[in-house]
Every structure is written in structure tokens, then in C-alpha cells.
């Protein structure tokens, strides 16, 4: 078994390429261990504004200028250590003047000029171009070391590129075209030059792993792949990434700007989502100290910890970077390296488990490449770009997500590119699966005729993978509706109306007789199934008139097979996402537990995350305590006391319950578990032979 699959990796990076004399060997290693960590990503390549041929600072028949050996020096005190080091290689990010002395390797944008604002400062090359080569000639180099890994920051194409004569003649030869421009939205190339691109980096990831395992060692080789985001601004598409790398790694925990703008569950999101993607393999989310884009100021101890606590309570391993002069905190060394501590002498909770959940997110990979509606977050390598049409799908997922969180609903993600796995759900959540091939359709129809669980919004399967919009939803016999080729909207002071019997699940949305309706409905005919909610009129202005019901249904359960089906015919997701309607969370969280009663409860416990795992002895509850005031970045966690864990099976035996953070038993009484104290994180265990 490799080293990197026998145990949790707590990989940790000293960002020092700019002053490596900083911190003497000895010293670094001795931080590494100081801050629980038992990886290393090492930097042996000093850069400034990008890299070069000549800031190498081991032996390479690449580097121009006889530094010294940092990385043969370093090696055998970090394995002294017991400390594995994994070398840090940029593959994206080199200087102006570098490529000036190679304009044949840089990647061109649109306006055919050299791409020249990489981080402001610097250019890209691209891996179709011989830049390869010399990037295969220094993998060669680094595995004559002892090395344990190689990870490649990178590589990426840019929104805007490439438009290299590499890029031209290899996409000529495959499709007998120029390149379109990924800017054009209505190109009918477009999406062969996204796949282009991603079939490139794909090959380039396998050209470098054949170099690399050649060796005959265990050296781990991953990359910085996608997180929550779609791939073709960049050509990271992580269902090839993972097939020519170890582990699937994303920067779920680089948190950029106003945190009040972000989910204070970003990791989780990115983890919950490669989890899905990676398969058997590991997933790493890397979390960064820095708060972007003021890199040299570091978050608040508190925020840090619950980066951590969100990676590794959602499956994945992390990477936590610091640049040097983070390290003069002494209460960030010691609340970082106490939280190891803790991770060390307790890895069980944390490799290897499997999500106790029933109820899944779908991950709309397929439309997010190719549908209007799809933005793309702000990140280290793309500016934010915002959808310019409805129904975006980021926002869409990103409010049920949302929902389910703040609700306390045990969920994962699911990447609509793993429908083999669509059988362990008991319910899916589909948010504007736009773009649905006839195969993926077919398994849904399967999975629900065979007793699965659909909830559905707005466009879901309204358009074919290359987002042609079809005459009727590929769904339509699901939803139990018809397609009127009309969308409603924008709906800027518009109601619905939900219609429930006495005592239904959804009678106690009726206490509220106009609930906001989302900006944006589409009109559809009722074929079969129960009409749960309607549209009302819109009106001329926020103080038309009374508002009256019409005949558009906006919410409609249908039973398809043993399953049911529920189509909300509007961006119910976004409505969520951008006002958190208190009658939307409601009425996803009964229909969830209508169609999945939950398997965990919380009581005093609000705003706290909730995760299941299990592994072949234990379960785990997983308990992460957002409260931290009104503003972020938080400066402290607000203790909470005497939480109540009801769970739905019996619990036999109180001794096989235990707090691991706090390292105590816990007292169970009929089914409820009581946690005297939380601070920041904790983790419950419970021995699976009394459960």
C-alpha cells in the first residue's frame, strides 16, 4: 500500500521561495513537526514574479546558475524527522522575461498577444507546446532524490487562452478547424475545445506520472485541480485529473475578500464534491492561512480551525500554507498544532469513512460547462465571472446547499458524472440540471421507477449536453408537466401560494398566505401528480393589488414508479441563496424528511454543522460550531452547552459513547446523547455493535 493511503495526510508548506535563508533546515523541519504536520510541501525554487531557469536550487539539467543544493540538503533532516517531502513545482506562473526568451511555449490569448497579467506580474506557458519537455527533464531530475512527492501547482489554461501555434495545429488535426474563442457562448466548437483543452492537461498529467512512477518508488503525484467551480476557464476537469494523479487535491480553503460574502462552509463544499469525483483515492483540500488577497496577512486562529474542522469532518485530507512571517504567532502555532495533536492521536474519524448520508446534492458538471446560466467564482486563477442569463446554476445549487446545511439535513454531493452511485439515495436534488444527456435521463427514470427520491428546479432536463433547448423536458413524464415554451419573470414583488390539506406535511406553511415568489418561474402544464403550490399573478407593482392565483403550478409531486417526483417550476435554489426565505428552508426540509426521516437531530444547537461518517468499527457525528459573532472574520467561538443528539436507532450500551475532542463518555438516555460543552469542533464515537 503507498504511503499516502495507510494512514491521514496532514500536509503542511513553509511559503518561503522568496527568502529560503529565513529559516535554517533544521529549524523548518522542527516548525513542520511543531504544527502537527506529518507532509510537507517543500519549496526548493525561488521565485520572484514567477518562476525561472535560474532560481532551481537543485541539480537539474534545466537550471542555468549554480545554486546550492537546498533539496539534497534538506531531505535527510525531514526524514529524520519522519517527515515525508513532497516538492512544490509551479507549473503555471513564470516570468515575463522567461518567456520572452520562449514566446513559442507561452499561451496566447484571444487577442493574440502572450498572456502577461498572471497574478499581475507574470506569463503561463502551455503544456501543448515543448515547454513539456522541460518540464519532463526536471520531473527526471527531482526523482534521482529521495524525494516522497511531486505536486504540480497547475497546470491551467486561462479564460482566455490558448491560442498558441501548438494549441492551433493540435486542434486543426483533430477537428479541421481553427480554435474557437471560449468567449463565444454560441460557437458550435466550443464545447470540442473546452473537452480540447482538458484532453490536454489530461495527457500532460499522464506524460509526467509515467516519468515519475518510472522510478520504481512510492512517489505521490497530484496537481491543483477544481473545486466548486466550473472547468472550462482553466481545462481542470477532475474526472481525468484523478485518472493520472494519486490524489484529487482543490483550494476549497482559500478564502478571498469580505468572508461575509462567503459560506463559512466553503471546504466542505469543494470536499463534499471530489469526494464524489475521486472514487477510491484520497482528496485534499487546500487551506490556506493567508486571507486573499493580503497574503502576507493571515486569518484570525478561529477561522483556521474551522477551515480544518470543515475539510476533515467532509473526508478529505488538507494542506495548510503559511508564508514565514505567520509563524511569529505563537497562538496560531499552538491552536493549529493543537488541533493535529488531536487529529494524530485520533486518525480513525478521519480516513477512510464513509458518509452515513441518504439524501444527495447533485453536482451539475455537465451543464455548469455549457449552460447560460453558469458563473464562476472568484479564485487564485480566475477573476469572478457572472452569469449574464437566469437560472444560474452555481447560485441554484449553492442555495439548496444552503438550506440543507443551516437545516441540519445529513447530505453529500453527488457529481452527476458518478450515476452509479445514484442507488444509495434514498432522495436526489437536482438544481436546474439544465443539460441532461438521454442516457443520464434514463438512469434517473430507472432510479425513481425503482423506489429513489427526485426533487427538481426550474430548467432540470430541459436542454441536451451541448445546451440546445429541447421541445419538452427530458424529465417531463417525472415531473409529471408539459413545457409551455414560456418563462415568467423577472418577478420583483410576486407571490406563490402553497396548498396543503389539514395535517399534511406542508400545512404549516399555510400560516403565511403570500410567500415570495423567486425572480424567475417557467410555465409549465400540469399533465398528472398533486399541485402543492402555485404562482400568483404578477402585478404591475409592489402596491398593484391584492394578488390573485393563477393557474401556473409552481410546485408539483408526482409518483413515478415506488419513487416520487418534485418539480418546483422556478429558481427556487437562487431565492435562497440571495434571501434565505424562511417558507423555502421549511418546505425543503419537510419534503426531505417526508421522503427520508432524518437519522440525526440536533437541539440547542443552532448554527451548527452536522456530518455522519462510518468506518468498519465506528460511526462518527461530527460537530462544527459556526457561532462567532455577527461579522467575520471571527475573533472567537462562542461556546455552546448542553446539546441534545437524538438518534433513530437505539443506542445499547453508554459505555461506547465518547466525546473524542473533550475525551470523555457521554450519557445516553432513550436514544439522546448529551454533549455538555462544545467549543469549536467536535467528534462523537459510537461503537457500531451497540448501535
Known sequence: MSWWNEKPIRIIEICNPYEFTKMPMEDEADMIVKLGGNTQHFHCWKWKNGMDDKGMYFKSKMN????DDRLGAYLPVAHRKGLKVVVYFNVHWYTKEFGLQHPDWCQIIESGQLIDNVYSTGTSFCVNSPYRDWVFQILKDLCAYEIDGIFFDGPIFFPNTCYCQSCHSLFNEKYGAEPPLKSDLNNRLRKEFIEFQSDSLARFLEDSGRIIKSEGREILFYMNGNGASPCWPTGRDNHKIILNTDILGAEGGFLHGDLNELPIYKPGVSAKIMESQAGDKPTV????????PWSW???TTEEIKILLAETVANGANYWLAFFPDDLRNKHLISDVGSFNVFLKNNPDP???TESLAEIALMWPWGSLESYRGSSVPLSDFTQQIDSRSIGDIGKEFAGFYQSLHQQQIVFDVIDEGRMEKLSRYKVVIMPNIACLTEKTAVLIAEYVKNGGNIIASFETSLYDEKSVRLADFRLAELFGVKFTDRTLGPMKWDYISVIAEKDSFLSELNINKFIP????????EQIKGKRLSCFYRQLKGRYDNVPEISGNPFLIENQFGKGKVYYFAGTFGTAIHEYNFPEYNMLL??????????FVVLENALNVELNCRENNRKIYIYLINHN??????????????DIKISLHCKVKNNNT???????????????????????????????????
Open 628 to 641: 462567532g459573532g455577527l461579522k467575520r472574520p471571527f475573533t472567537r467561538i462562542i461556546k455552546l452547552s
Open 285 to 292: 483540500i487546500f487551506d490556506c492561512v493567508g486571507h486573499k
Open 350 to 352: 478521519f480516513f477512510k
Open 297 to 299: 496577512h493571515p486569518l
Open 517 to 524: 415568489a423567486p425572480e424567475y418561474g417557467i410555465s409549465v
Open 64 to 67: 542555468k546558475v549554480g545554486n
Open 589 to 598: 426540509k419537510n419534503i426531505v424528511n417526508e421522503l427520508c426521516p432524518p
Open 657 to 691: 459513547v465518547k466525546a473524542l475532542r473533550m475525551n470523555e463518555k457521554l450519557e445516553v438516555r432513550e436514544n439522546v446523547i448529551t454533549l455538555p460543552s462544545l467549543n469549536d469542533f467536535e467528534v462523537i464515537e459510537i461503537d457500531k455493535y451497540d448501535y
